[in-house]
């Protein structure tokens, strides 16, 4: 059994959970707990501890969704480092049946349609047709719907620790849109730092402008501190696009740091950070910004739907006065329609039981597309369970081109996409497999015919 004594109190003013995750990652990063070292079964360290099992359960699914442990299925949990999985051999275990292509199989970052809550949400537009038919069509505001705003702050500080007022939300048309503002308006024809690989609309924007790009490295925990703090640094802290790590939070200080000496703006594109599947949801790096250097960028794409094209920007309140003065018309592109029904709809709770059903979905979908990953041969690539996210980035070995890859899949029907346009340097060759649009007993035949074609490649 492993020893906490002394580290675990009931009247310690932290919660039990957190002193439990606190006092193994501690052991796990003094090498007290080494690699491959079996955790305690959620049975037998609640009763030595003397607390419940689930407080236990959730200090296991914390440190798993931290990368500090991982679940072995029918054997426990394990600690572990941050090295990428290697599959086991191919030989190790049967396949499984190929399912015959259809076009669309395994789009990346896509949620599934079949998910979305159409009779409920068409009631709320329903209600606020008979109720308030003019906030259909006429919108006063030019940062948006304000029942919306209010909706969103809410929102943003109950799922991502974020404290503030609905006057700093702006509604635009989708998170595109809002990263495109917030760095149009900011980088003042100064430096800008992006992430590579990183979301190649946003490379593409600021590159069309002959902005000075200084490029952040991005790995498995996110992306590296520059020696030199840039202007505006754009980064995807809770789950990197499109690698999939989660930046820490020291890390994620030292950015905040740096940016106040600076003088500098970090925006946050948080674009899918509710689809965590495992342990707690990592605050937002704008709940840690004291100093209102953090824009925070959110989108429904991802949540809810594509088609509403609704997103927003929580801004510092020292940015609310100069965007005032910048808009000074509504978003074109920001649905009108769509913003008073969906304050409704979040308002009556249905937004959040929405999600809550949708992240259990997807979740089964991650496991059964992860399991199947791991029976390719390490000698096609490797990849790393983040437990978050809408896909999977395969790390491709060898010389395999991806866009060739995904070309041949493409025909074959499979919607995946390659890594290595995200990155300006060509250095990461990959594929983004997408899971959300399928059910976990069809991916494994999904998974395996798309295996065919990267054998073949």
């Known amino acids: 059994m492993i020893d906490l004594s002394g580290m675990v109190s009931a009247n310690n003013a932290e919660p039990l959970y957190l002193q439990i995750v606190t006092a193994l990652r501690r052991r796990i990063s003094d090498g007290s707990l080494g690699i491959g070292t079996r955790l305690p079964s959620s049975r037998a360290l609640a009763q030595d501890l003397g607390v419940a099992r689930s407080t236990v359960v959730t200090a296991y699914d ?3 969704a931290e990368g500090f442990a991982g679940t072995r299925r029918g054997a426990g949990i394990f600690v572990c480092d941050v090295a990428p999985i290697r599959p086991p051999a191919a030989s190790s275990r049967p396949l499984p049946a190929v399912t015959a292509p259809a076009p669309g199989m395994l789009l990346p970052g896509a949620p599934d349609p079949e998910v979305f809550p159409a009779r409920p949400w068409a009631r709320c537009v329903s ?3 008979r109720m308030d038919p003019l906030s259909l069509s006429h919108q006063a505001d030019a940062f948006g719907d304000p029942e919306l705003r209010r909706e969103i702050a809410a929102y943003a500080a109950r799922w991502r620790g974020i404290e503030c007022s609905a006057g700093q939300v702006l509604v635009t048309s989708g ?18 730092a992006l992430e590579a690989p990183g979301f190649t609309p946003t490379q593409r924007f600021a590159l069309a402008r002959r902005w000075d790009v200084r490029w952040l490295r991005a790995g498995a ?20 696009f499109p690698l999939g790590g989660t930046l820490p939070v020291p890390q994620r200080q030292a950015f905040l740091q740096a940016a106040k000496d600076r003088g500098g703006w ?3 594109d948080d674009f899918d ?11 937002a790096m704008a709940a840690l910004d004291r100093e209102g250097r953090c824009i925070y960028v959110g989108t429904f794409s991802k949540t809810f739907s594509h088609a509403l094209r609704l997103g927003y920007a929580i801004l510092p309140p020292a940015l609310v006065p100069p965007f005032r003065t910048l808009f000074i018309h509504p978003s074109a592109g920001a649905a009108i329609t769509a913003q008073r029904p969906l304050a409704d709809f979040m308002a009556s709770g249905q937004y959040d039981r929405h999600i809550r059903r949708a992240r259990r979905l997807y979740a089964e979908r991650y496991a059964a597309a992860a399991d199947a990953l791991e029976a390719w041969p390490d000698w096609l690539g490797v990849f790393q369970r983040h437990n978050a996210g809408m896909q999977i980035a395969f790390h491709l070995a060898g010389e395999r081109g991806d866009t060739r890859i995904c070309r041949r899949a493409g025909d074959a029907g499979y919607a995946v996409r390659p890594l290595s346009p995200h990155d300006p340097a060509k250095q990461s060759q990959g594929l983004l497999i997408g899971f959300c649009q399928a059910p976990p007993d069809a991916l494994p035949g999904q998974i395996a015919g798309l295996r065919r074609i990267v054998e073949q490649s």
């Open 127 to 129: 209600r606020v047709a």
């Open 62 to 64: 914390q440190l798993v």
């Open 273 to 283: 950070s509710e689809f965590r599947y495992a342990g707690q949801p990592v605050p």
């Open 266 to 268: 970090i925006i946050e």
């Open 221 to 240: 925990r996110g992306a590296e501190i520059p020696r030199q703090m840039a202007k505006v640094t754009l980064l995807t802290p809770s789950h990197q």
């Open 175 to 192: 998170a595109r849109e809002a990263l495109e503002l917030t760095m149009d308006f900011l980088v003042g024809g100064e430096d800008i």
